[in-house]
């Protein structure tokens, strides 16, 4: 096969130098419309191919036209050689015949094409030399990118009027937020319980459905919305659980027992506001619910099963003959009773 050498992105053949043979005088038929590979020493001429690796001519293909409409084609085999010779014979005589000849490289990368004129004369072999250029097929192509910028907003902060409320009650919230280029904002808010009056907006308000600590964000957009183009910032606010609160616990773990006519150690805990302030059955050195001081409670030492201040204690953990307080439950009273039992 004929291989090709590059220079620059254009590659080059040697002159073509074919061998032209006319026709008898009184023979009109053309020959074969093939390019016959020939051995001949008269008439034959070579195609002189540069080797280079990786680019390879298997044939060439050959287009002749002349006078009176006269016209001829074929192929070249190159497949098991480096030279071309070929004779091509039967055109007749005469002026202003053309020759085009054709190829591409196996793997398609390389395409050659030239032409040359020549005449015919009778009972002569005429050399056409002919030029052929060799083009490198484009291999890389480019992209317009079309991008615009936005700047991504900041989320600065978030108030919280008052920071703690009774549960049942509501907290004034604002978003603080900028953006460099003076965009609109968007808000989204969520919150870990409780409620908010619009999520949307910069400024909600949130109530308190459950005592505890709940945590609050919010997510600051720019508009229109850009993936990965938001900032969020959280905070806490308290919820305080109220004696409504703590009467529902009291209510499905106490009542079994201290809600009889005769409760124990003369607790009822029917309405739990009365043991606010009350001395301890057991240690009356205590009070039941010390109104600001958990620590100082015996309600809680009793249901913790210990003395908080290593000090009295008497009987049992509560509630009696049941699993102990649930912590979240405890912690409902213990908050209930530090915030001064509202």
Same mark, same amino acid.
């Given at each position: 096969?004929?291989?090709?050498?590059?220079?620059? +992105?254009?590659?080059?053949?040697?002159?073509?130098?074919?061998?032209?043979?006319?026709?008898?005088?009184?023979?009109?038929?053309?020959?074969?419309?093939?390019?016959?590979?020939?051995?001949?020493?008269?008439?034959?001429?070579? #195609?002189?191919? %540069?080797?280079?690796?990786? %680019?390879?001519?298997? +044939?060439?293909?050959?287009?002749?036209?002349?006078?009176? !409409?006269?016209?001829?084609?074929?192929?070249?085999? #190159?497949?098991?050689?480096?030279?071309?010779?070929?004779?091509?014979?039967?055109?007749?005589?005469?002026?202003?015949?053309?020759?085009?000849?054709?190829?591409?490289?196996?793997?398609?990368?390389?395409?050659?094409? /030239?032409?040359?004129?020549?005449?015919?004369?009778?009972?002569?072999?005429?050399?056409?030399?002919?030029?052929?250029?060799?083009?490198?097929?484009?291999?890389? /192509?480019?992209?317009?990118?079309? !991008?615009?910028?936005?700047?991504?907003?900041?989320?600065? !902060?978030?108030?919280?009027?008052?920071?703690?409320?009774?549960?049942?009650?509501?907290?004034?919230?604002? $978003?603080?937020?900028?953006?460099?280029?003076?965009?609109?904002?968007?808000?989204?808010?969520?919150?870990?319980?409780?409620?908010?009056?619009?999520? $949307?907006?910069?400024?909600?308000?949130?109530?308190?459905?459950?005592? !505890?600590?709940?945590?609050?964000?919010?997510?600051?957009?720019?508009?229109?919305? $850009?993936?990965?183009?938001?900032?969020?910032?959280?905070?806490?606010?308290?919820?305080?659980?109220?004696?409504?609160?703590?009467?529902?616990? $009291?209510?499905?773990?106490?009542?079994?027992?201290?809600?009889?006519?005769?409760?124990?150690?003369?607790?009822?805990?029917?309405?739990?506001?009365?043991?606010?302030?009350?001395?301890?059955?057991?240690?009356?050195?205590?009070?039941?619910?010390?109104?600001?001081?958990?620590?100082?409670?015996?309600?809680?030492?009793?249901?913790?099963?210990?003395? +908080?201040?290593?000090?009295?204690?008497? /009987?049992? %953990?509560?509630?009696?003959?049941?699993?102990?307080?649930?912590?979240?439950? #405890?912690?409902?009273?213990?908050?209930?009773?530090?915030?001064?039992?509202?």
């Amino acid at each position: 096969m004929a291989r090709l050498i590059r220079h620059a +992105q254009v590659w080059s053949l040697a002159v073509v130098s074919l061998a032209i043979v006319p026709a008898l005088e009184g023979c009109s038929a053309p020959g074969p419309d093939t390019a016959e590979q020939s051995s001949e020493r008269a008439g034959s001429v070579g #195609l002189d191919l %540069q080797l280079a690796p990786g %680019q390879n001519l298997n +044939q060439v293909a050959y287009a002749i036209v002349g006078p009176g !409409g006269f016209s001829k084609s074929g192929t070249v085999d #190159l497949s098991s050689s480096t030279r071309v010779s070929a004779l091509i014979s039967g055109l007749p005589q005469g002026t202003g015949f053309s020759i085009t000849l054709t190829g591409t490289t196996v793997d398609g990368s390389v395409t050659c094409s /030239g032409s040359a004129t020549f005449n015919i004369v009778a009972h002569q072999t005429t050399t056409a030399a002919v030029s052929l250029t060799c083009h490198e097929a484009a291999r890389t /192509g480019s992209v317009h990118i079309d !991008g615009n910028i936005q700047t991504c907003p900041v989320a600065d !902060g978030i108030s919280a009027s008052p920071a703690e409320a009774l549960v049942g009650s509501s907290i004034a919230l604002a $978003a603080a937020a900028h953006v460099a280029d003076g965009s609109a904002l968007s808000y989204s808010w969520t919150a870990s319980s409780g409620t908010l009056d619009d999520a $949307a907006s910069a400024t909600p308000r949130f109530t308190c459905t459950t005592p !505890g600590i709940v945590s609050l964000s919010v997510t600051v957009s720019s508009s229109p919305a $850009a993936p990965d183009c938001s900032d969020t910032t959280t905070a806490s606010v308290t919820c305080t659980p109220t004696t409504a609160n703590v009467q529902a616990i $009291a209510d499905a773990n106490c009542i079994s027992c201290h809600g009889a006519v005769n409760p124990p150690r003369g607790l009822s805990l029917i309405d739990v506001r009365v043991a606010i302030g009350a001395p301890a059955g057991g240690c009356p050195q205590k009070l039941r619910i010390a109104s600001g001081s958990s620590a100082h409670s015996y309600l809680v030492d009793k249901l913790l099963g210990a003395a +908080q201040d290593g000090g009295c204690f008497s /009987g049992r %953990q509560m509630p009696l003959g049941k699993p102990p307080l649930a912590a979240s439950d #405890l912690g409902v009273i213990t908050s209930w009773i530090d915030a001064g039992t509202p």
